[in-house]
C-alpha cells in the first residue's frame, strides 16, 4: 500500500488511500512536489520535522552563543526529568485507584456470596457497568481521541502523521480515568497500553508549556515550538509510559526504538534512558510507601511484577520441542488474533459507530454484562477441586480466604478444602490471574479444561472488547492468553516426561510471550519486558527462542497488531523498507502529468488568499525570475506560514518590487517562533483571518520567510532512493526538478569533519589528501605554469568523487 502513495499523481493517491475505511487522503501538490502531506478534513497532517532555514531562522540563531546551547540542553534534560516524575505519578494513580476499584469489589461480593451467590453476581454486574459507563461516557463526552490503547496514534505521530486532539489536555484527563473505569470494571484489556499514550500526552503538553484552553499554562516552560523538539520529548513519553507499566526502565527504552520510533539518535538515547530511570525511580517510591497500608487495598498486585525466580532451576534438550511448538501455537493464535480484531474493528468503525457516541455506550455496557456474567457464572458450572497435599515446606494457603489475592479460590465450593480452579483465574484481577498462571510448585492446580474453557471465552472477549469507546491495551490480556495455552502444554509436557523439576509456570511464561510475539511482532524489547517482569534471566535464551518463531509464523499471515489498527484508522505510516514495485519506478512517474500550483516571490494578497482556499495544498514551490527572465525555484513556502503572514499583516507592502533579499530593511518582523503550529490545536485557517479590501490589494515579499533550501532529486531517480530520503529525513516535501546541467561541486566525507588544527602528522596527511589540498596544489600549478584551472580542479573533483 506504500508504494501506491506515490503512484500516477493525486487522484491514483487518493484511490490508494481510499482503498482503508476511513482513510485519509494523502495529497500530491503538483507534478514535481512529493508529499506526505493529508487533508485537514479527516483531522490528520503530516508534520514538519526539517527545519525550515528562512531568514527568520538564521536571524535567530546568529543571536544565540554557546550559553544558549548549553541553557538548551539543560533545559531538554530538565524536561525529561519532569516527563518521568509525570509519567510515574500518572502510573502510581491509575495502579491505586484500580487495585482499590477492584480489592473492594471483590472483598464485597466475596462476602455477599456466603449468604446469596444470585445477590453477589448481582452485584458484581452493577459494579462493573457501575465502572465501564463512568469509562465510556468519559470517552464519549469528553475525550474521543483516548479510546483504545493509543499506540497507533502515537506511532503515526512519530512517523510524521499528526491525528488531531492525541496529545490534547482533555486526552490525558480522559486516557487516565478512563483506564481506571475500564481496567476496574474487569474488561477483557489493560491500562499498560494507554499508559504509553499517558506518557507521551505528558511529554508534549510539558513541551508546550501546558494547556491554554484550561488556563493551565506556564511560559517558562514553553521552549519547544518546533515539531522534531516535541517529537523527541513524545519518545521519552512513550517509553516512559512501559517504564510505569511494567517496572521495566530498559524494556521501556527498547520499546521506544523498536515499536514507535522512525527515527532515533544517540542524544535522545540518552534522554530516554535518563527519563525511564526517574519513572523506576518514582515508583519504587510510591510502592515502598504503599507497603505502610497507606494505599488501601493496593497491595503486591499493583504494579506488575510476576517474581518466578524460585520456579524452574533448569530444562533439558527434550523440552525444546514443546517449547517450540508455543512459539508455533502464538504465532497462529496471534495472527488469527490480529485478523479477527481487524474484521470486527472495519464492522464496528463502518457500521455500528456511525450511529452516535449513544450506541457506543450501549455496546460497552452490552460487553461489561456479558463479561461479568460468564466470569461469574462459568465457574458455578466447574466442579470444585480437592486442595493438594501440602508440603510442611508450602507456603500457599488452600483455599484462600475470601477477598484475599492468591491460589486456590473457594468458590461455590461445597467442602472446606476445595478450591475452584476456572474461578482462581476467571474470578479475579487479570495481573492476579497471570500471577497465579505463573505460579511455581502448583503443578496440576488447573485442569486442562479448565484452562481451554477460559483459553476460549477469554480469547472471544478479547476480540470483542478490542475496539469499544473506551481505553484499552493488549499486553495483559495477550499475556492472559499466551500464559493459559502455554500452560496448557506445560500439563502435557509434565505428564509426558514424568519429571519433577518440571514446573507449569515455566510454560505459561513463555507462552505469554509467543502470544505477544505472534500478535505485536516485537522482539527485542518484548524480550526484556518479560525479563524485568519475571526477575528470572535464566529463562532468556528461551524467550528469545518462542519470540522468534512466533514472529515468523505471525509475519506469513498479516502484520502486528498495531500497524493493522494504524491502517484502518487511515494513519498514512511509512514502515522501514519500501515496497519491491518501487524499485521499477522513477521520481518522475510519481509526481505524474499534474500541473504544479506555484507562488511568485512577491505575490498579491487577494492571489494568496484565492490559493488558499481553493486548495488544501500544504507547501507551494515559490517562483522568481533571473534578469535574464528566466524562471528560478528559490524555495519552498508552508501554508501555516502563509496564514502568519496573513494574520500578522505586518509584512504588507504597497509596491511589487521585492525588498531587500537579506530580510533586514524592516524594523518589524514576525519572530521565528510565531510560525510554529500549536501542538494542541490545528492552528489558525484562512477562514479565522479577516482581511479588509485594502488589504487585499497589498503584497508579501516571501523570500525572508520561504525555505531557501528544500531537498530535491533528479527526475529519474529511482522511488526507492525517494522513499529512502524521503522517510529517513522526516521529510513532508521532496522537489523533483530534471537532471542538472552543470555541477557547482562533489561533497565527500572529508569535507563533512570540521578538522581543528592539530600537529598530530596523521591529520595532516589526512588535510594532504583531500579535495581542499588538491585544489590548492593545482591553483599553485595553475598560477606558474598559466595553463587552465578550471578543467583540471572539475576532473579533480570527479576523481575525488569516485574515489
Known amino acids: 500500500?506504500?508504494?501506491?502513495?506515490?503512484?500516477?499523481?493525486?487522484?491514483?493517491?487518493?484511490?490508494?488511500?481510499?482503498?482503508?475505511?476511513?482513510?485519509?487522503?494523502?495529497?500530491?501538490?503538483?507534478?514535481?512536489?512529493?508529499?506526505?502531506?493529508?487533508?485537514?478534513?479527516?483531522?490528520?497532517?503530516?508534520?514538519?520535522?526539517?527545519?525550515?532555514?528562512?531568514?527568520?531562522?538564521?536571524?535567530?540563531?546568529?543571536?544565540?552563543?554557546?550559553?544558549?546551547?548549553?541553557?538548551?540542553?539543560?533545559?531538554?534534560?530538565?524536561?525529561?526529568?519532569?516527563?518521568?516524575?509525570?509519567?510515574?505519578?500518572?502510573?502510581?494513580?491509575?495502579?491505586?485507584?484500580?487495585?482499590?476499584?477492584?480489592?473492594?469489589?471483590?472483598?464485597?461480593?466475596?462476602?455477599?456470596?456466603?449468604?446469596?451467590?444470585?445477590?453477589?453476581?448481582?452485584?458484581?454486574?452493577?459494579?462493573?457497568?457501575?465502572?465501564?459507563?463512568?469509562?465510556?461516557?468519559?470517552?464519549?463526552?469528553?475525550?474521543?481521541?483516548?479510546?483504545?490503547?493509543?499506540?497507533?496514534?502515537?506511532?503515526?505521530?512519530?512517523?510524521?502523521?499528526?491525528?488531531?486532539?492525541?496529545?490534547?489536555?482533555?486526552?490525558?484527563?480522559?486516557?487516565?480515568?478512563?483506564?481506571?473505569?475500564?481496567?476496574?470494571?474487569?474488561?477483557?484489556?489493560?491500562?499498560?497500553?494507554?499508559?504509553?499514550?499517558?506518557?507521551?500526552?505528558?511529554?508534549?503538553?510539558?513541551?508546550?508549556?501546558?494547556?491554554?484552553?484550561?488556563?493551565?499554562?506556564?511560559?517558562?516552560?514553553?521552549?519547544?515550538?518546533?515539531?522534531?523538539?516535541?517529537?523527541?520529548?513524545?519518545?521519552?513519553?512513550?517509553?516512559?509510559?512501559?517504564?510505569?507499566?511494567?517496572?521495566?526502565?530498559?524494556?521501556?527504552?527498547?520499546?521506544?526504538?523498536?515499536?514507535?520510533?522512525?527515527?532515533?539518535?544517540?542524544?535522545?538515547m540518552w534522554r530516554v534512558f535518563f527519563t525511564s530511570a526517574i519513572v523506576a525511580v518514582v515508583v519504587r517510591m510510591a510502592m515502598g510507601w504503599c507497603k505502610s497500608e497507606n494505599c488501601g487495598h493496593f497491595g503486591s498486585g499493583g504494579f506488575i511484577i510476576w517474581d518466578i525466580s524460585d520456579g524452574q532451576e533448569d530444562y533439558s534438550f527434550e523440552e525444546l520441542l514443546p517449547m517450540a511448538l508455543i512459539g508455533v501455537i502464538g504465532g497462529l493464535l496471534g495472527a488469527l488474533f490480529n485478523q479477527l480484531t481487524t474484521y470486527v474493528t472495519r464492522w464496528r468503525r463502518n457500521y455500528l459507530h456511525k450511529k452516535g457516541n449513544r450506541v457506543k455506550i450501549y455496546e460497552a455496557c452490552l460487553i461489561s454484562v456479558l463479561t461479568s456474567v460468564i466470569s461469574f457464572g462459568l465457574p458455578l458450572l466447574r466442579n470444585c477441586t480437592p486442595c493438594p497435599d501440602s508440603d510442611p515446606g508450602f507456603e500457599i494457603e488452600c483455599p484462600r480466604a475470601p477477598g484475599v489475592d492468591g491460589n486456590y479460590v473457594?468458590?461455590?465450593?461445597?467442602?472446606?478444602?476445595?478450591?475452584?480452579?476456572?474461578?482462581?483465574?476467571?474470578?479475579?484481577?487479570?495481573?492476579?490471574?497471570?500471577?497465579?498462571?505463573?505460579?511455581?510448585?502448583?503443578?496440576h492446580e488447573f485442569s486442562a479444561r479448565s484452562l481451554l474453557t477460559f483459553l476460549v471465552m477469554f480469547y472471544t472477549l478479547a476480540v470483542v472488547t478490542f475496539g469499544t469507546a473506551v481505553p484499552a491495551g493488549q499486553f495483559v490480556p495477550g499475556i492472559m492468553i499466551g500464559s493459559t495455552y502455554g500452560r496448557l502444554v506445560g500439563i502435557f509436557t509434565v505428564n509426558h516426561y514424568k519429571k519433577l523439576n518440571i514446573e507449569e509456570g515455566t510454560y505459561a511464561l513463555l507462552g505469554a510471550a509467543s502470544f505477544l510475539g505472534g500478535s505485536m511482532r516485537m522482539t527485542v524489547s518484548l524480550c526484556v519486558i518479560m525479563v524485568e517482569i519475571t526477575n528470572n534471566l535464566k529463562f532468556l535464551p528461551l524467550i528469545m527462542l518462542v519470540l522468534l518463531i512466533s514472529k515468523a509464523v505471525g509475519d506469513v499471515f498479516n502484520e502486528g497488531l498495531y500497524d493493522e489498527q494504524a491502517r484502518l484508522k487511515g494513519i498514512p505510516l511509512l514502515e522501514s523498507r519500501p515496497k519491491y514495485e518501487m524499485?521499477?519506478?522513477?521520481?518522475?512517474?510519481?509526481?505524474?502529468?499534474?500541473?504544479?500550483?506555484?507562488?511568485?516571490?512577491?505575490?498579491?494578497?487577494?492571489?494568496?488568499?484565492?490559493?488558499?482556499?481553493?486548495?488544501?495544498?500544504?507547501?507551494?514551490?515559490?517562483?522568481?525570475?533571473?534578469?535574464?527572465?528566466?524562471?528560478?525555484?528559490?524555495?519552498?513556502?508552508?501554508?501555516?506560514?502563509?496564514?502568519?503572514?496573513?494574520?500578522?499583516?505586518?509584512?504588507?507592502?504597497?509596491?511589487?518590487?521585492?525588498?531587500?533579499?537579506?530580510?533586514?530593511?524592516?524594523?518589524?518582523?514576525?519572530?521565528f517562533s510565531e510560525f510554529a503550529k500549536p501542538v494542541s490545536s490545528k492552528g489558525i485557517s484562512i477562514d479565522d483571518i479577516y482581511l479588509s479590501s485594502d488589504d487585499l490589494e497589498m503584497y508579501i515579499d516571501l523570500a525572508p520567510f520561504l525555505n531557501p533550501s528544500p531537498y530535491v532529486v533528479p527526475e529519474d531517480m529511482s522511488l526507492t532512493k525517494v522513499y529512502n530520503l524521503f522517510r529517513q529525513l522526516g521529510l513532508r516535501h521532496l522537489f523533483v526538478v530534471p537532471r542538472a546541467s552543470r555541477v557547482m561541486g562533489?561533497?565527500?566525507?572529508?569535507?563533512?569533519?570540521?578538522?581543528?588544527?592539530?600537529?598530530?602528522?596523521?591529520?595532516?596527511?589526512?588535510?594532504?589528501?583531500?579535495?581542499?589540498?588538491?585544489?590548492?596544489?593545482?591553483?599553485?600549478?595553475?598560477?606558474?605554469?598559466?595553463?587552465?584551472?578550471?578543467?583540471p580542479l572539475l576532473n579533480g573533483l570527479l576523481v575525488q568523487h569516485q574515489r
Open 583 to 671: 524499485r521499477k519506478r522513477t521520481a518522475r512517474e510519481a509526481c505524474g502529468n499534474q500541473k504544479v500550483l506555484s507562488l511568485p516571490r512577491v505575490v498579491k494578497v487577494a492571489d494568496v488568499v484565492s490559493i488558499l482556499r481553493s486548495n488544501e495544498h500544504n507547501g507551494f514551490p515559490v517562483i522568481d525570475h533571473t534578469r535574464n527572465g528566466e524562471r528560478l525555484v528559490i524555495g519552498l513556502m508552508l501554508r501555516s506560514h502563509l496564514l502568519v503572514l496573513l494574520h500578522s499583516k505586518i509584512d504588507f507592502q504597497h509596491s511589487p518590487i521585492p525588498c531587500h533579499s537579506t530580510g533586514g530593511s524592516r524594523a518589524i518582523r514576525p519572530n
Open 410 to 443: 473457594n468458590f461455590y465450593c461445597s467442602k472446606d478444602k476445595e478450591y475452584n480452579d476456572l474461578a482462581t483465574i476467571f474470578f479475579n484481577t487479570q495481573d492476579d490471574a497471570i500471577r497465579n498462571l505463573f505460579s511455581a510448585k502448583t503443578i
Open 746 to 791: 562533489v561533497i565527500t566525507r572529508k569535507d563533512l569533519l570540521i578538522e581543528e588544527e592539530t600537529e598530530n602528522s596523521a591529520t595532516m596527511e589526512l588535510q594532504s589528501t583531500s579535495v581542499r589540498g588538491q585544489r590548492h596544489e593545482r591553483r599553485r600549478s595553475a598560477a606558474e605554469n598559466g595553463g587552465d584551472l578550471e578543467r
Open 1 to 268: 500500500m506504500l508504494s501506491n502513495l506515490f503512484e500516477n499523481g493525486t487522484e491514483s493517491a487518493r484511490v490508494a488511500w481510499s482503498q482503508l475505511p476511513h482513510s485519509d487522503e494523502g495529497e500530491l501538490d503538483g507534478a514535481g512536489l512529493l508529499s506526505t502531506t493529508t487533508s485537514d478534513r479527516n483531522g490528520v497532517e503530516s508534520l514538519d520535522y526539517e527545519v525550515i532555514e528562512n531568514y527568520a531562522y538564521r536571524e535567530e540563531q546568529a543571536q544565540r552563543g554557546k550559553l544558549f546551547v548549553i541553557f538548551n540542553a539543560g533545559v531538554k534534560w530538565f524536561f525529561a526529568l519532569l516527563i518521568g516524575i509525570g509519567t510515574g505519578l500518572a502510573a502510581v494513580f491509575i495502579n491505586i485507584s484500580v487495585e482499590n476499584f477492584a480489592g473492594w469489589k471483590f472483598a464485597l461480593i466475596f462476602n455477599i456470596i456466603q449468604k446469596s451467590y444470585l445477590a453477589g453476581c448481582l452485584i458484581y454486574i452493577l459494579i462493573n457497568l457501575a465502572l465501564v459507563f463512568s469509562s465510556v461516557y468519559i470517552i464519549t463526552q469528553f475525550a474521543p481521541a483516548a479510546a483504545g490503547s493509543g499506540i497507533p496514534e502515537i506511532k503515526g505521530y512519530l512517523n510524521g502523521v499528526d491525528v488531531h486532539g492525541i496529545l490534547l489536555f482533555r486526552t490525558l484527563i480522559g486516557k487516565i480515568f478512563g483506564s481506571i473505569g475500564s481496567v476496574g470494571g474487569g474488561l477483557a484489556l489493560g491500562k499498560e497500553g494507554p499508559l504509553v499514550h499517558t506518557g507521551a500526552c505528558i511529554a508534549s503538553l510539558l513541551g508546550q508549556g501546558g494547556s491554554t484552553k484550561y488556563h493551565l499554562s506556564s511560559r517558562w516552560l514553553q521552549g519547544f515550538k518546533s515539531d522534531r523538539d516535541r517529537r523527541d520529548l513524545v519518545t521519552c513519553g512513550c517509553a516512559a509510559g512501559v517504564a510505569a507499566a511494567f517496572r521495566a526502565p530498559v524494556g521501556g527504552v527498547l520499546f521506544a526504538l523498536e515499536e514507535v520510533t522512525s527515527w532515533w539518535r544517540s542524544q535522545l
